[in-house]
């Protein structure tokens, strides 16, 4: 009888475990780097447009206007946005899944030729619709994940978009071992993977009760030094395939290296989920097994009362309005504005103007650094390693971003929109190297662009939560990128593009050509670029006077301690689950899935 007991207990014991990583926060999270790891797939868009291109028989113009559908569905998330507002976590994730793989799959079955030649209009709108999925990636897992852990937000920001910056050479290598060195299969993978992977997790990502963990900063420290790791191990992989030919088992054991160093953090989540489930464990155990029981006085209050009245104590609950009500009667920073306060704000129009400015320029830049790296003669592989180098420092100034801004903001006060400022200054200095090229300066400029733009949408991001709260943050984020792409096709089609044609006609005047004797206008020499980059220095430097402004703004809010009502919500749900548990029930939020 005592062994029969025994053995249910220990099952007991390991469903409980079970399901308290299933619930946790930390799986979550984990659960979260997996989902964005599969949401950056839009810079992907280089490696198989040659397939597009060859297949439907397109001309350049027609490839760059389904590339302009391509950005316009990756950076208009909106919709995503409201959608988050009134309805659950879960049910964001699966739209996304099916517009992920309904947009791409419909795109391999064209260019495989399973489908009749669909019009040119019909192919924007499913690479249109297939880049927005990756909104519902971001809403879906990044806004909760902020959210849940609101203390830690710029390292959780930096980490989650860092593995974004990182999923298009993850992509890569997947494919290569999957497919083989098969573009148009490529195309597969992104449609169907990151629908299952959002499948697979719909459940476990949503909102919890915001609680403290004594080693929650020491864990963020450890994912990022996995999340460099992969960064590194992803990087020498990609130079190296530059220049050594990889057979197909080389490319199988590159993608499961790559594999093992995503999923170390499982392990991780798994740890601190049985340090949680202990801890709760020891709770119970030391609740005193004698209870009395007492008739209830009407003066007394029940202990749901008394948890209620705690709460209001600690933490002021806000008044309830509507998203569209009291626009110009604008709470104070950090707390929860609506939807229309926050777009009307002054702080708003201010970070759309340094973000038109800063990932406008940024932007152009990098879909300008192969001709560039073309009218200055430097070699084809070389390119590559252009693109290689934006790519791979767009993820360490994401992560730079997220944990160094933290790290000032809460031991130093200093505003976090000071450093937004730096990093719209930095990225003129490779704008004015490109202007003003010497040998290997475009490898700086590289360098210096790729990750002034990942701090800068890090940076972004973090802000709009901290000055306009997070209860219609799942909105707010989405809107505060709309600035990018509208400042890259002013500043890439209307000023940089134009500025290069006209520049390119001037050699064929001097060759004694015209245009009509030429399919595709080349400008090769150090003016190419010239002045076009000089109006991106000047614009950025403008973006960065701008945000100076929001730093003056800000200045006396950022010397507050400005995650206060967090800590007391924390205080509050954590009192409210000891008197539960005191009292023998089971917080709600501990009963399982929502």
Known sequence: MAISSSGQSSG??????????????????????????????????GVYSKDIKATLGYDQTTLNLLGTCKDLGANVGVLSGLLAEVTPTWFVLLVGS???????????????????????????????????SQNFANTGSLVTCVKNFPESRGMMLGLMKGFIGL?????????????????????????????VISI????????????????????????????????FCLMALTIAQKYVTFSHNAYVGSATA?????????????????????????????????????????????????????????????????????????????????????????????????TFCGLGCSLTAVDNLGQIGESLGYPTHTIGTFVSLVSIFNYFGRVFAGFLSEIIVLKWKIP??????????????????????VPGSVYVASLLIGFSYGAQLTLLFVIIS?????????????CGQLASPLGSYILNVRIVGKLYDREALKQLAVNGMNRSMVRELTCIGKQCYRLSFLILAGTNLFG????????????????????????????ANEKEIALKSAAGKEPESERGLN
């Open 12 to 45: 007991c014991g390991l469903c409980s475990f079970v399901g308290q990583v299933l619930v946790g926060r930390w799986f979550m999270m984990f659960a979260s780097f997996l989902i964005m790891a599969c949401a950056g797939c839009t810079y992907l868009f």
């Open 416 to 437: 976090r929109t000071l450093m937004m400022t730096f990093f719209l200054l930095l990225p003129s200095v490779g704008d004015l190297l490109i202007a003003f090229p």
């Open 98 to 132: 099916v517009l992920n793989f309904g947009g791409y799959f419909a795109i391999w079955l064209a260019v495989t030729k399973k489908i009749p030649k669909p019009q040119v209009l019909q192919m924007c709108i499913y690479i249109c619709v297939g880049a927005n």
């Open 200 to 231: 697979l997790f719909v459940f476990n990502i949503r909102p919890m009760k915001v609680s403290s963990h004594p080693n929650e900063v020491k864990v963020f420290y450890q994912y990022l030094f996995i999340s460099i790791v992969l960064a």
């Open 167 to 195: 999923s298009g050479a993850l992509f890569t290598q997947l494919y290569l071992a999957i497919y083989g060195n098969d573009s148009k299969s490529l195309i597969l993978l992104i449609g169907w993977l990151p629908a």
């Open 258 to 354: 790559a594999c093992v160093l995503l999923f170390l953090p499982c392990l991780i989540a798994f740890r601190e989920e049985l340090t949680t489930w202990k801890e709760k464990k020891q709770k119970v155990l030391s609740v005193p097994s004698r209870i009395i029981v007492e008739e209830p006085r009407l003066s007394e209050p029940k202990p749901e009362e008394s948890v209620e009245c705690s709460t209001n104590q600690i933490i002021e609950k806000p008044r309830e309005d509507s998203c569209f009500g009291n626009i110009c009667k604008k709470p104070k920073r950090g707390e929860d504005y609506t939807i229309l306060q926050a777009l009307l704000s002054i702080d708003m129009l201010i970070l759309f103007v340094a």
């Open 544 to 571: 960065a006077l701008v945000s100076l402004i929001l730093v003056i703004r800000t200045r006396k809010y950022y010397r507050t301690d400005i995650y206060q009502r967090f800590r007391a919500e924390m205080m």
């Open 466 to 478: 901290e000055l306009f709260g997070l209860k219609y943050y799942s909105t707010l984020f989405n």
